[in-house]
């Protein structure tokens, strides 16, 4: 767990915190391709919670006192199989309510990296992945907003901001 400022404050296993609603620290990673499109994976429908949606590329929460970094560079090869250099661009704080009763009240590490190739996705994990051109994706998202994550839906204008003014 974590305060407003990032600064740790405790330990608390992930199921706990997101029935809690406790301030936690987590990353999101968005990769693109060459062409400037985004990596998007669709999470296994088995998963805890959110199974089956449209998601950025990758997303966890880093273990207690570990390098987010060096977490995010992990975490993306176990669930899509590549390694990228990774940049942090910013972090932001964000409340969603999901539909099982959960919160995700995340302190969040946004991180963009580039990748050509075709992930080798863990199935426990990723159900699928597509490239996807910006446009296209808003599109999608304004006529079926269900598809995706509630975190996604929070994050990717903010993706787009720092894309369009850097910041």
Not at 13 to 19: L, N, S, T
Not at 89 to 105: D, H, P, Q, R
Not at 120 to 142: A, G
Not at 146 to 157: D, G, M
Request: aromatic fraction near 14%.
């Amino acid at each position: 767990m974590v305060d407003q400022n990032d600064s740790e404050k405790g330990i608390m296993e992930k199921m706990e915190a997101h029935q809690k609603g406790e301030l936690h620290r987590a990353f999101s990673i968005f990769i693109f391709n060459s062409a400037d499109e985004l990596l998007l994976q669709k999470r296994a429908s088995s998963k805890y919670h959110s199974g089956g949606l449209w998601t950025n590329t990758c997303c966890s929460h880093p273990a207690p006192g570990a390098s987010i970094t060096e977490e995010a560079e992990k975490r993306l090869f176990e669930e899509m199989g590549f390694s990228t250099n990774l940049q942090k661009i910013f972090s932001f704080i964000y409340k969603a309510e999901l539909n099982n009763g959960l919160t995700e009240y995340e302190y969040d590490h946004v991180f963009i990296g580039t990748f050509d190739g075709i992930p080798d996705i863990n199935p426990n994990e990723v159900e699928d992945w597509k490239f996807v051109k910006l446009e296209d994706l808003k599109q999608d998202i304004q006529e079926y907003p269900e598809r995706y994550t509630k975190w996604f839906l929070i994050c990717f204008p903010k993706i787009e901001q720092y894309l369009n003014h850097g910041s």
